[in-house]
């Protein structure tokens, strides 16, 4: 079935420090991809997505990229900041096909002053 | 209110008893879902609703766990014989039409099963 590999946490980050988190996909049809994050004591949110190849979904400072040749949706920020430490969770889902979302493990991101 | 609300935030039960976690999701919503999400975990997909049917119920684990959402509103999710292993946090989200991937989350309903 659908499945999303995303790079294990914790990640410890100094304010304004590069973030990238992997995240790859296994689907078989032509899925749509979603970061969702979720900060300490909130619901997920979504954060950006992508609905076809070479698409790039962007909120935030947030930047994501629908790689179809190599099966990644990595997420990445030029400057993190300390309201950027949350959870962040790479999703899947074939909306022609009715599925629900399927997520990653998640990843949490821990920014440091 | 303005989101996805449940109810209630924590529970604590003990092995065998019967369970309801409720969801009030955002007016106007017709799509309602729900997870389950272990420690470590992502959300795990249990089912969902399209207005009072459960169009995909895929993902319960069991006969133990039942859904029902009887007026396309308010849902609740309920688990019969409790085990340990139930112990989770119980995701609700709904949106505003089928298949858009933008579902608005509540913050969980926790359960402990002692």
């Known amino acids: 079935g659908d499945s999303v590999t995303q790079m294990e946490g914790p990640v410890t980050l100094s304010e304004e420090a590069f973030l990238t988190i992997n995240c790859t996909y296994t689907a078989t049809g032509y899925p749509s991809l979603f970061w969702y994050v979720q900060y300490p004591g909130e619901g997920l949110q979504l954060l950006l997505k992508?609905?076809?190849?070479?698409d790039k979904g962007s909120n935030k400072g947030f930047e994501a990229t629908y790689r179809k040749e190599t099966t990644s949706f990595h997420l990445e920020k030029g400057s993190v900041q300390v309201s950027d430490s949350a959870v962040y969770f790479c999703a899947l889902s074939d909306l022609t096909g009715n599925t629900p979302l399927v997520f990653g493990k998640g990843t949490r991101l821990s920014v440091i002053a | 209110g303005a989101g996805v609300s449940q109810t209630p935030s924590n529970k604590v039960t003990e092995k065998g008893k019967y369970v309801e976690l409720r969801c009030d999701p955002i007016?106007?919503?017709?799509?309602l879902y729900w997870y389950r999400q272990s420690l470590g975990q992502g959300p795990e997909f249990l089912i969902y609703?399209?207005?009072?049917?459960?169009?995909?119920d895929s993902g319960l684990p069991n006969d133990r766990f039942f859904a029902v959402r009887p007026e396309g509103s308010v849902s609740t999710l309920k688990i019969q014989r409790t085990e340990r292993g139930d112990s989770a946090v119980y995701l609700c989200?709904?949106?505003?039409?089928?298949?858009?991937?933008?579902?608005?989350f509540g913050e969980g309903s926790r359960l402990t099963v002692l």
């Open positions: 989200a709904s949106s505003e039409l089928l298949n858009t991937g933008e579902l608005f």
């Open positions: 007016s106007g919503h017709t799509a």
């Open positions: 609703f399209q207005g009072t049917g459960a169009a995909d």
């Open positions: 992508a609905t076809k190849a070479d």
